[in-house]
């Protein structure tokens, strides 16, 4: 990089603003990225997703490129600092762990040197931008796209037609260079042509309760699909001529969740309609390319498709499925399997595709995303499907990766590591459990980078949120996507019986702590947009309060992203982990606040289970129903009955609906009550076992309190699982779907 540093010096920086700076600094690192991108192997794998959230990529492409320091330093000897481009907004193509995983994944396999390249969609305006305006959240258009996008090489000659009913989209890709010992691509398709096909690429999910949302949402999942596939396809044919049969041998393919699953068919209808091969070898050659990821339990979120939605805009793809059904009912009939199985097993019924059920059927793997959960697809969601191919069931513990998740994010703490057992850990596969047996050597070295991690994370809060936080605040947090099966309205009822028996004088010595949430909600998810009014209600209710508010806050961060989480992080303490046991498939956010040195705070569920096997139950806090004492008591569970039995829950139950906390009007709140206490929708009372799990959530979050007045002892179960949490690197992951599915090296 040393052509790099050379212009970098050269640069004029004076008068310059700070978007400037960034593209002009940004364009000559680029410049020596695009030197380095890979060749294309023999063999690759692919990763198809629909999201892929980034992050801000300035610094960690400094980092990647091993000029991050040097670049410090000549900017400060310019009296620019480079902190300066924290301004520089996120690129928010991913609504929460399931795009952070993809990045994370790219990352790691350019770390380890193996082709992996991702295909996605070039996002004109991310997710949204959230504000929370009198304590709801609102959304915005987030365009991330006005500080410009040096970090992506626009491809118009590699311009691809992909055509619906009524009319034709043109998919111009961007590379966007993945650094590591190998420069891989991640290759983002923009929709162009008519003002209709620029829809496609203009917001990520959009609103699909209307069958325009729902056709626009199927486009955009077909749209990449297709323009990922018609490209290997045609590489194929200009290396191998019109042999097929060999496609699988060069190319295997990802699929991330159930977005991408219309490749499948879109393969088949490539093979059949443009080379001539029968739908029953282009069946054959899919099953041999195509693996599968599930990323939820939660049958609402395995999409399905209406045959008549699929018609109207892809016909040809509606047809190709009909002829997969068939084929598929036809292999079933040769079985000894009984026509109930034989009915669990097709993907296609009264009308309805069923994408999960097309991607078992026709994938060569299938995988879940922790012990846990994979052990749930095999005995419930998929118990059929397991029965009859359990040879493609593997699980794969998701990771994340320590580059941008410590390295970067924390360099006190990768200092600390560094002068206990040395700098070989930073390399990739290599771990740091050697830290282990430093533990006791380092406490006071530990609190004092974490008292520092503290202090930048409330400076960051209020300049984002104009909130001051005293820096001797314990931090636990409550970061991610906000759905009530992540519980954060456990959370939010559980701060008010703190709060209560604060001011009631039940707890005293009590050490000064925030409890801080960020998430987003999707914008039509109306239960879920009260819960964040109702944490923010309660965030006006103790932070006014003058007997307690010196012990206890509450925050909610606004448009929670990337570089927030990078903040979120590193400071906090107590790290809250509590859905409903057996709905969380794995969770990532678990593992970055591991490797930053918080204490898990949740139930047996996801990589919670794992991650205490690693580091000990000791050095964590676990509480809460199990997924098997949920099974024994959801027929009987009555929460009405548990409400008259606790008056603390009572109490801040009826906060809901008893004026002391205000919903605007909107009724939110009494929805929320009647969720608990009569049911909702489709759902039990209380479907979420909020209540039920309620007393021993308060009871672990004051019995941490009290622990963590034990300075040195707590910084001590900290640092054990900075220690243990090399197992969940992405490079682990990523070499075990390397060696186990993909089979590349």
Known sequence: MSDFLQELSHLETKDKDVVTLYNEISELAMRECVKRIAAKEQRNAYYLSMEFLIGRSFYNNLMELGVLEETKRILAEKGVDINVFEEIEDAALGNGGLGRLAACFMDSAAALGLPLYGYGIRFRYGLFRQRIEDGF????????????????????????????????????PYDVPIIGKRVNCLRLYQAEGCAEAEKISEYLYPA???????????????????????????????????HFESF??????????THPVLAIAELVRLLTANYRVSVPKAVEIAK??????????????LECWREELVRKILPDIADILLKLVSLQKRELKRTALSPAQCADLVFYDKGVFSMAKLAIWCSS?????????????????????????????????????????????????????????????????????????????????????????????????????GVKIPEHFLVYAQVKRLHEYKRQFMTALAILEIYDLIKSGAVTDFRPSL??????????YVRAKGIIKFINEIAKLINGDEQVNKLLRVVFVQNYDVSYAEKIVAGTDVSLQVSTAGLEASGTGNMKFMMN???????????????????????????GATVDEIARISDSYDPNALLAEKPLHKKAVESLIDGTLSDGGTGCF?????????????????????????ESYVNTLLAINRESGEQKTFARKQLYNVASSSFFSSDRTIMDYAENIWHIS
């Open 515 to 524: 409890f801080l949430f960020g998430a987003k909600s999707a914008p039509s």
């Open 670 to 694: 009494a929805e929320l009550y009647n969720a608990l206490t009569q049911g909702a929708s489709w759902h039990e009372p209380d479907n979420y076992f909020v209540l039920y799990d309620l």
């Open 137 to 172: 959240q609102k959304e915005y258009p987030d365009n991330w796209q006005r500080f410009g996008d040096p970090w992506s090489i626009r491809r118009e000659e590699e311009a691809r037609e992909i055509k619906f009913a009524d009319y034709t989209a043109l998919a111009v």
């Open 597 to 623: 040195g918080a204490v898990t705070c949740g139930t047996l569920d996801g990589a919670n289970i794992e991650i205490v096997e690693h580091a000990g139950k000791e050095n964590n806090y676990i509480f």
């Open 248 to 257: 699988p041998k060069y190319n295997t393919i990802q699929l991330n969740d």
């Open 288 to 301: 041999q390319t195509f693996n599968y990821t599930n990323h939820t339990v939660l049958p609402e979120a």
């Open 365 to 465: 793997a299938i995988n879940g995303v922790a012990a846990l959960h994979t052990e749930i697809l095999k005995k419930t969601l998929f118990a059929t499907a397991y029965s009859v191919y359990p040879e493609k069931f593997q699980n794969k513990t998701n990771g994340v990766t320590k580059r941008r998740w410590l390295m970067l994010n924390n360099p006190e703490l990768s200092a600390l590591i560094d002068g206990a057992i040395g700098t070989t850990w930073r390399e990739a596969r290599a771990d740091h459990s050697a830290l282990k047996g430093k533990v006791t050597l380092l406490e006071d070295d530990f609190i004092a980078v974490k008292r520092e991690k503290r202090r930048q994370l409330f400076a960051y809060i209020e300049e984002r949120e």
């Open 208 to 242: 699909d309760d209307t069958e325009e949302g729902k056709l626009l949402r199927l486009r955009q999942e077909y749209f990449f699909s297709a323009a990922a596939i018609g490209e290997l396809v045609d590489r194929h044919a200009k290396l191998y001529g019109n």
